[in-house]
T-cell receptor, first 115, second 115 residues
Framework: DQQVKQNSPSLSVQEGRISILNCDYTNSMFDYFLWYKKYPAEGPTFLISISSIKDKNEDGRFTVFLNKSAKHLSLHIVPSQPGDSAVYFCAASVDRGSTLGRLYFGRGTQLTVWP | NAGVMQNPRHLVRRRGQEARLRCSPMKGHSHVYWYRQLPEEGLKFMVYLQKENIIDESGMPKERFSAEFPKEGPSILRIQQVVRGDSAAYFC?????????????FGPGTRLTVT
């Protein structure tokens, strides 16, 4: 039962343009969302997160948007750089009222930024 | 400050053997999570442990799999009588607290191959 879905397995973007990665979720209990970046043969690295009390969070070139009514979030990277080429995982969790912290991951989107 | 350490990085086992995966959390972290990534899939939660306690093992198969996090030493994920379907990347993450809003830092993973 895939509660977090990333429907695009891959995305190719030219350097300097915007990359938009999308994620949908089905569990209305989720109230905390994260994006991780993963290079081959390495573990995932935290990128940015957002709580359900917000609809936008920004950190440098990375912005995450949350649409709770649509159960949809997106990660915007602008401008995209070749070093951004990696697999991006969307993750979700129940944070308030929970002391478990388990993350539910999507299957990932391979982003390729070409010069 | 060393990050999360996992060993071995690669492990090859024949069907029926035991696999033992080790995870040393970041200094100061007492919360450990294990996730498994099957080929072409996202990470799936297996178990959440604190020192000497299993807090949530709802993602772990009931048979052949066990995990521990002793008072001293690393956390260990043990797979008995491995089968080909156990071939995957196993990631350990550590955190300061058992809430999603406390960042989980991932290790580089152990790639288990069952022949």
């Amino acid at each position: 039962d895939q509660q977090v879905k990333q429907n695009s397995p891959s995305l190719s973007v030219q350097e300097g343009r915007i990359s938009i990665l999308n994620c949908d979720y089905t569990n209305s209990m989720f109230d905390y969302f994260l994006w991780y970046k993963k290079y081959p043969a390495e573990g995932p690295t935290f990128l940015i997160s957002i709580s359900s009390i917000k609809d936008k969070n920004e950190d440098g070139r990375f912005t995450v948007f949350l649409n709770k009514s649509a159960k949809h979030l997106s990660l915007h990277i602008v401008p995209s750089q070749p070093g951004d080429s990696a697999v991006y995982f969307c993750a979700a969790s129940v944070d308030r009222g929970s002391t478990l912290g388990r993350l539910y991951f999507g299957r990932g989107t391979q982003l390729t930024v070409w010069p | 400050n060393a990050g999360v350490m996992q060993n071995p990085r690669h492990l090859v086992r024949r069907r029926g053997q035991e696999a033992r995966l080790r995870c040393s959390p970041m200094k100061g972290h007492s919360h450990v999570y294990w996730y498994r990534q099957l080929p072409e899939e996202g990470l799936k939660f297996m178990v959440y442990l604190q020192k000497e306690n299993i807090i949530d093992e709802s993602g772990m198969p009931k048979e052949r799999f066990s995990a521990e996090f002793p008072k001293e030493g690393p956390s260990i994920l043990r797979i008995q009588q491995v089968v080909r379907g156990d071939s995957a990347a196993y990631f350990c993450a550590s955190s300061q607290a058992g809430r999603a809003s406390y960042e989980q830092y991932f290790g580089p993973g152990t790639r288990l191959t069952v022949t």
